[in-house]
């Protein structure tokens, strides 16, 4: 380790991985109560199990990339962190904003929650994804405002390079366009259209930039191949996401009473969406196919490889089968919406959170990289998740597909619970994949603590230098 703020990192990271935990028990939990209706009922019903799932994921995830940030900025820009007692400050805030918004999802009904905290005086609340209380959103623009101060001042201070400027760029747009959550119209459809503009140009937008730098980031040092082909590299793939994902947004608003020309619209520029992820394998293994040295580090190696094929498949390949029009007609709000958005998050955001944490993680505990035994249990982690996304998502995608006949297509189309019935069997196959994933992220933690003989890598001073 270069610089001993890059430490701070350890605290984001370590929240991080706690909250994974919880998201992927509540998944379980959630994939429980498909098939087994009154499964912890009521002590925790289905909706208060969504919400605390799909926020402990947004929650977990930025704690990723705000860890992630703490670590390769000090080292991009040549100097230590700007605060690093603001640094700890927003971690601690952060952490104990999320953990009471989570504890008030399970211990108090959602309207008391509301009323508890004033949401009158100011309604946010109630919208997925954005279920946080007003005081709760607010204190999140705090942390997150001083965060990217902290480290866009250590950036403007030290070395420019093309990698921080990219993370800083996705970071300010991330704080930017989370503001639309505080916008609350009375009109559902305009409702809906700003709901997007958070939950959209985030995951595809502005995510994608932070995505982007780590994954460029990590390649570097493990392959010390030259920063300017990176750099390329990263200058195609963020034109490419900017291009085709801020009008893709328009794939959201073919059915909520828009006009119809965001259907021409949506259904072109999303058709683009996948490109930069293809663009993004090429550069992966392009990059790896070239590397100048044998990094002892295997492990994160493979969650890079891992994170732009599985980001191609999940984003890109699994978004192009239900983003145009006269196809998302039918498919819109299926569990085949569901199985391309589980593949995409694990695929573009939680395999790159992985990434960085394979990577640093070692550096930060005195080592060049993990012991052959943990790294050998780590890889053994990344297939059992891996392989069991991939399940989850075939068979989501089988529900999804025989949910569309019997429901919206055939020539008799049944009731909705009626055809919840009759493709249980996909749930119950689900529900085993996610066990599955649930094994593999223990042997993930377990991995960290697996004793063996500490690696040690002298480089080049040519690699070092370009590094």
């Known amino acids: ?55 402990l994921l947004i929650v977990w995830l930025l704690f990723g990339f705000m860890g992630a940030a703490h670590f390769l900025v000090p080292e991009e820009s040549e100097r230590e962190l700007f605060s690093p007692l603001l640094a700890k400050a927003t971690f601690w805030i952060f952490l104990a904003a999320g953990a009471a918004t989570i504890l008030g999802y399970l211990l108090v009904p959602y309207a008391t929650l509301a009323d508890m905290t004033m949401n009158h005086l100011w309604p946010t609340m109630g919208r997925e994804f954005l279920e946080q209380p007003t005081i709760t959103k607010i204190g999140i623009v705090v942390v997150v405002l001083a965060f990217i101060f902290n480290i866009g001042m250590t950036i403007l201070s030290g070395r420019k390079t093309v990698i921080s400027l990219v993370l800083i760029t996705g970071l300010i747009g991330l704080a930017v366009f989370f503001l639309f959550a505080f916008y609350n119209p009375h009109n559902l459809v305009l409702d809906k259209m700003f709901w ?11 995510w994608m930039l932070i995505m982007a730098s780590l994954l460029a980031y990590v ?38 009473g828009t006009p119809d020309y965001w259907q021409w619209i949506g259904s072109i520029f999303s058709a683009m969406e996948p490109i930069p992820f293809f663009v993004m394998v090429l550069f992966a ?5 070239k590397r100048r040295r044998e990094h002892p580090n295997k492990a994160a190696t493979l969650w890079a490889l891992g994170t732009a094929v599985m980001g191609f498949l999940g984003a890109g390949v699994w978004g192009f089968m239900h983003t145009l029009a006269p196809i998302n007609f039918y498919t819109h709000g299926t569990q085949i919406t569901a199985a391309h958005g589980h593949m995409a998050f694990y695929g573009a955001y939680v395999m790159v959170v992985l990434t960085i944490i394979s990577y640093s993680m070692p550096i930060m505990r005195g080592q060049a990289a993990a012991n052959a035994k943990a790294q050998v249990m780590e890889m053994w982690s990344f297939w059992l998740m891996t392989v069991s996304m991939v399940f989850i998502t075939l068979f989501l995608t089988a529900a999804g597909i025989l949910q569309v006949y019997l429901q919206r297509f055939s020539d008799t189309p049944l009731g909705y619970m009626v055809v919840q019935d009759k493709i249980e069997i996909f749930y119950w196959m689900r529900l085993i994949a996610g066990l599955i994933f649930l094994i593999g992220l223990i042997v993930y933690l377990v991995s960290f603590f697996v004793k063996g003989e500490e690696v040690k890598v002298v480089q080049s001073e040519a690699a070092e230098a370009n590094a």
Request: hydrophobic fraction near 55%; charge should be neutral.
């Open 1 to 55: 380790m270069k610089y001993e703020t890059q430490g701070i990192a350890k605290l984001y990271f370590i929240a991080a991985i706690g909250l994974f935990v919880g998201q992927i028990l509540f998944g379980v939990i959630l994939g429980m109560q498909y098939v087994i209706g009154d499964f912890l009922f009521p002590e925790i019903p289905f909706n208060v199990a969504r919400m605390v799932h799909s926020n």
């Open 196 to 206: 997007w503009y958070v939950v959209h140009l985030w995951v595809e937008g502005v």
């Open 219 to 256: 390649l570097i040092k493990v392959t010390g191949v030259d920063r300017e082909i990176i750099e390329k590299w990263l200058y195609i793939i963020i034109a490419l996401v900017l291009f085709s994902g801020i009008l893709g947004t328009g794939h959201h608003f073919f059915w909520i």
């Open 285 to 289: 293994f392009n990059v790896v196919n």
